[in-house]
């Protein structure tokens, strides 16, 4: 997930002098239609072939410029796709807090979306304030650590992909050392 929301940031705000609102939307619609091909591919990557991928890729950019021209028509539809993002992503941090199964976790995220959809497209003013800061702090986060390089990335990742983590005896005698990057004098 934190890979789509830096490809919408990114696709949204790549120029520097402000776009007109139409552009934006086209961009926003592009970038979800892709995010969806991109978690679908990455989700099975092993059972894929190269043939695949490539078919993959040209059915994503073909469908995400029809998202992108539905979003740029029909504005109320860009924020809803928007709200259904973030409402989406917040369904994955709820679900993974309470430790839910598969099913009731796909179903609360979605829902989530949903409603977000619901909401963002009838109080557009406020919900733009609210999607564009819940995104604005988790790539501030995300940049921080970039730099600072403390792991929180890496967590990200692995609470959204609900790869269980086993303590190995190797993990627990270099859990101080290389997983957390900090030098132990011995």
């Not at 504005?75 to 809803?80: P, Q, T």
Request: charged share 15%; proline share 2%.
């Amino acid at each position: 997930m934190v890979l789509k929301l830096e490809i919408i940031c990114c696709i949204i705000n790549a120029e520097d002098e402000k776009p007109p609102k139409m552009l934006n939307m086209h961009r926003l619609g592009f970038a979800c239609v892709i995010m969806i091909a991109i978690e679908i591919l990455f989700d099975k990557i092993e059972e894929i072939r190269m043939f695949q991928i490539i078919w993959v890729g040209i059915c994503a950019i073909f469908f995400g410029l029809i998202g992108g021209l539905l979003c740029c028509r029909f504005y109320r539809f860009g924020l809803g796709i928007m709200g259904l993002v973030i409402g989406h992503t917040i369904g994955e941090v709820i679900s993974q807090a309470a430790n839910l199964e598969e099913k009731w976790f796909q179903a609360l995220s979605w829902s989530i979306g949903i409603v977000f959809a619901i909401i963002s497209a009838i109080f557009v003013d406020i919900m733009i304030v609210i999607d564009t800061s819940f995104v604005g702090a988790q790539l501030f986060m995300l940049g921080v650590d970039y730099i600072v390089d403390k792991g929180y990335s890496y967590l990200v990742q692995m609470s959204v992909s609900m790869k269980p983590i086993e303590c190995t005896p190797t993990l627990w005698a270099y859990k101080n050392t290389q997983y957390y990057k900090i030098n132990v004098k011995k």
